[in-house]
């Protein structure tokens, strides 16, 4: 082992730990960590002090860590990036010395003190400066809100160390006591309540109270002229719940103020225990480009545009996406904060969790929102990742920071989610919460593990059963495909034939003999009867008893409520009931949605030909509820890319015009009196499609005449409809519409505004106005997170693509240093859309090395090239179907 030569600690000499070449060559004592920090020591408490101020670029902070230290060691890492360390001293036993500085490289400080630290306990002081971001949203960032400056932390995953020299592990977790120095005129916010605040000029102190346990990751603090709304008091603490609006928009946090308490009070009755912490604030950041809220515990954060909106943007997508979003983090203090993953290879713990636990709640506060169809919408988004050979297992093997980054993916979120969702049924409803409580209960203030939380479940449901079938969906990726056919024979009762492998789209290059254990759940009608049955099935081929009762069904769904984490893949006499008029009358609407995407799954994956799908259009188009034409217009929308010919342009277009012009034009763009909520959400989907793919002159019209009138007058349209008419407007538009949205744009104040008409710039069709709108990301007149919006909507249209790409790879390494790094680490996902073996070779050449660089990128990068390869596949292998199709058209 290598050792560093001493280093004089002088207080006001700055010595900045990543500069190694302040150290001399001489061997350590000590190298840095690889990945995780030993286990030589750990903390009991922390109490730091941070002076920041906003609109300055760099901070300062000095941390006190009581240690225990259990076993004889030399040099004590700790994590730290970007700090400049000016002190740093060891007390034992009453006697504090000078610590030596290590330095290790991006993700660690080494403290070496005059001895090797005994076993026992022990504290350490240092005292450092940081920077203050100005574009990442990691750490501790700082944002411009209407000129006045605001700055935020976000810690989770890695990025504690970026503010504090901690042990920034998950399952480190031990009480903190911050002190903030900030600005007086400034409101300062931090986990828990102030204890004391003294003004001292400029400057004010704000202590606050000691935290419960909490892990590195969930500390926070914010500091900013907030106005603080009052949200009353809620649950059965009577927890004061407030919302930190930007300055002077505390009535724009009208609506998370109404809500905000009824979730708590939801969560806590489905818990059964008490809101784990001593208040819930609720703090908007300006801008975020990476994340859209945070389960800091009592201190929520929230990206503005999700909590913050004017009368003129409240729409019910806006309530919808708050309600939910704080609904997830909400339970997150539950299930995250009061007991926390031990390592990062369970986050699914937390965030599958939330996300589950959000669809439950608020389909029991607003059922009629999603109408029971959460669930199976967030399995749909699962399955589809997990196609890819390239998607993670929700428990990944945790070798690098990299696959920190990527475990916040559908995966972990949507297929977590899922997951829980069918054990949930499996088990029982009862049972599974009485599981839940019986693990948040002896975990409580500490960390857990999957084998704890499955075993909890498996311990109140009384199966010894679940334990093996729950690992086969966590421990591998990928997502099985059950094959189902119906056996009747004379005189004897009818039978299910099963057959598992792991669902593989067209051109997927894996192996599909992998085998899960299953809870298939089928429901099914005899004799006008209708009887369910439940079977874990564990082999490859398996056999499902059907009744005792010697009668065929007359129809089958293999799986009941949509819920199963499974394809199922009918025999053509079996889907032909199910798709059919009468069979469709037989499902709910959840199993409908299910059944639907299930359906656009085996197209993908070759089973079907996509003309016989599209043959049911014009009867699935009958369905007037919303979820379903949802699911309709997703599959001719799917049309447009790529597989419709330029000689079936026409036919494409009389196809959309027959199956929803008439209700376009019903629906108009202005909402009427009376609308329930459904219709309301219904009108962008449909106009758009009608209007924009559709190309109806009428409808186009319109849009253009409103979304001038808007932008004179906000209340010229429903925030409902109004980036949908702004976009349909600007498909067609010529240079003056886009001057006018461009001279608004730099106009307007309010976030959501400019984000649609940003977003709406790069929606025209004309290639010079691409051009221009590039222009407009390269200049400084907005914020380059609020620009990329231009970029990505290049990617829409076939004309534009390419003028986006080049610019992308022109201007790639100058954004990266003006923008997160964890943002653009998505950028190859850009070039999936161009569907062809020549982009495909350009987007490995281009980013080969330079994905390597950026956060989770080698991953994100080969699930770039699996999803073109796919795609070009796809359009190979159904392009002919769909043709045949639109001919008759």
């Known amino acids: 082992m290598t050792k560093v030569c001493s280093l004089i600690v002088i207080p006001l000499a700055l010595v900045a730990v990543t500069a190694l070449s302040t150290f001399d060559t001489r061997a350590s004592a000590a190298s840095p960590p690889k990945l995780r920090l030993d286990d030589a020591a750990r903390p009991t408490r922390y109490s730091a002090r941070i002076t920041v101020d906003p609109a300055q670029p760099t901070f300062k902070g000095s941390i006190d860590i009581d240690l225990k230290i259990a076993r004889a060691t030399e040099v004590l890492w700790l994590n730290g990036t970007e700090l400049t360390v000016a002190k740093a001293a060891f007390t034992v036993g009453g006697v504090t010395s000078p610590a030596k500085i290590v330095a290790g490289g991006e993700n660690f400080i080494g403290f070496q003190a005059d001895k090797p630290l005994a076993a026992g306990a022990a504290r350490l002081h240092v005292e450092w400066q940081g920077p203050i971001s100005r574009k990442d949203d990691r750490g501790l960032f700082a944002q411009k809100e209407d000129d006045r400056w605001y700055a935020i932390t976000q810690f989770e995953a890695i990025f504690a160390r970026r503010v504090f020299p901690c042990f920034d592990e998950p399952s480190v977790k031990v009480p903190w006591q911050l002190t903030l120095e900030v600005p007086s005129k400034l409101v300062a916010i931090s986990n828990t309540q102030v204890t004391s605040e003294k003004v001292n000029g400029a400057t004010k102190v704000v202590t606050y109270a000691e935290t419960a346990p909490l892990p590195s990751y969930l500390v926070a603090f ?479 019209a319109e849009a253009r005449t409103l979304a001038l009138k808007w932008i004179a007058d906000r209340k010229a349209l429903s925030p409902d409809v109004a980036g949908t008419a702004l976009h349909v407007a600007a498909r067609g538009g010529d240079r003056a519409l886009f001057d006018k949205y461009h001279a608004e744009a730099k106009k307007a104040a309010d976030r959501h505004d400019r984000e649609r008409l940003l977003a709406s710039l790069g929606t025209f069709r004309d290639p010079a106005l691409a051009k221009a709108a590039l222009k407009v990301v390269s200049s400084s007149e907005f914020d380059p997170r609020e620009a990329m919006g231009i970029v990505w909507n290049l990617d829409r249209d076939p004309a534009t693509r390419p003028i986006g790409w080049e610019y992308l790879k022109a201007n790639f390494d100058q954004m990266v240093k003006k923008l997160s790094a964890e943002m653009m680490a998505y950028t190859p996902m850009f070039a999936v859309s161009f569907c062809d073996e020549p982009h495909q070779k350009d987007m490995e050449s281009y980013f080969h090395d330079r994905s390597s660089k950026l956060p989770g990128g080698p991953r994100l990068l080969a699930q770039a090239l699996e999803s073109i390869e796919l795609c070009r596949a796809y359009v190979g292998a159904q392009q002919p179907s769909v043709t045949a199709f639109l001919k008759k058209w």
């Open 222 to 700: 914010a500091v900013g002229p907030y106005e603080m709304v009052d949200a009353g008091k809620a649950g059965q603490k009577k927890t004061a719940v407030r919302v930190a609006a930007p300055f002077g928009r505390g009535k724009d946090a009208a609506y998370a103020v109404e809500v905000s308490g009824k979730l708590v009070e939801l969560l806590e009755q489905y818990f059964g225990i008490p809101f784990p912490f001593d208040k819930l604030d609720n703090v908007a950041i300006p801008i975020t480009s990476t994340f859209g809220a945070m389960e800091n515990a009592g201190m929520v954060t929230f990206a503005q545009n999700i909590m913050i909106a004017k009368a003129t943007n409240r729409s019910l997508h806006f309530e919808r996406g708050y309600a939910t979003t704080a609904a997830h983090e909400f339970a997150h203090q539950w299930f995250g904060d009061l007991v926390t993953t031990q390592w990062w290879d369970d986050i699914w713990l937390n965030e599958s969790f939330a996300s589950w636990m959000e669809a439950k709640i608020i389909d029991a506060w607003k059922p009629e929102w999603s109408h029971n169809t959460s669930f199976v919408e967030a399995r749909g988004e699962a399955l589809a990742t997990d196609a890819l050979m390239t998607a993670r297992q929700i428990r990944q093997p945790i070798v690098s920071n990299d696959d920190i980054y990527n475990a916040f993916d559908a995966i972990t979120y949507q297929k977590g989610e899922s997951v829980l969702a069918m054990f949930e049924r499996f088990v029982g409803a009862e049972k599974f919460r009485a599981g839940i409580k019986s693990y948040l209960t002896k975990h409580a203030n500490g960390n857990a593990t999957a084998d704890d939380f499955i075993g909890a479940i498996a311990q109140a449901a009384g199966r010894s059963d679940v334990t093996a079938a729950f690992k086969s969906f966590l421990d591998q990726a990928g997502a099985p495909m059950v094959d189902v056919a119906l056996k009747c024979e004379a005189g004897k009762a009818p039978s299910l034939a099963l057959s598992q492998r792991r669902f593989m789209p067209i051109g997927s290059k894996g192996a599909n003999n992998q085998t899960w254990q299953i809870p298939v759940c089928v429901r099914w009608e005899a004799n006008g009867k209708t009887e369910r049955a439940c079977q874990l099935v564990t082999k490859r081929e398996e056999t499902m008893a059907l009744g005792s009762a010697p009668a065929c069904p007359t129809w089958l769904l293999a799986n009941d409520a949509e819920v199963g984490y499974y394809r199922a893949a009918y025999s053509p006499d079996l889907l032909t009931k199910l798709l059919g008029p009468d069979g469709r009358k037989k499902l709910d609407l959840a199993e409908t949605v299910g059944l639907l995407d299930d359906v656009r799954a085996l197209v993908r994956a070759g089973r079907i030909p996509f003309g016989d799908v599209l043959a049911l259009l014009p009867s699935l188009a009958q369905d007037q509820r919303r979820l379903v034409a949802d699911e309709v217009i997703g599959i001719i929308e799917g049309l447009h890319q790529h597989l419709v010919q330029p000689a079936e342009r026409a036919n494409y277009q009389r196809l959309i015009t027959k199956l929803y012009g008439e209700k376009a034009h019903q629906l108009g763009w202005t909402p009427k009196a009376g609308e329930d909520e459904d219709t309301r959400l219904l009108r962008p989907a449909v106009l758009g499609l009608v209007a924009d793919e559709g190309e109806d002159a009428a409808l186009r």
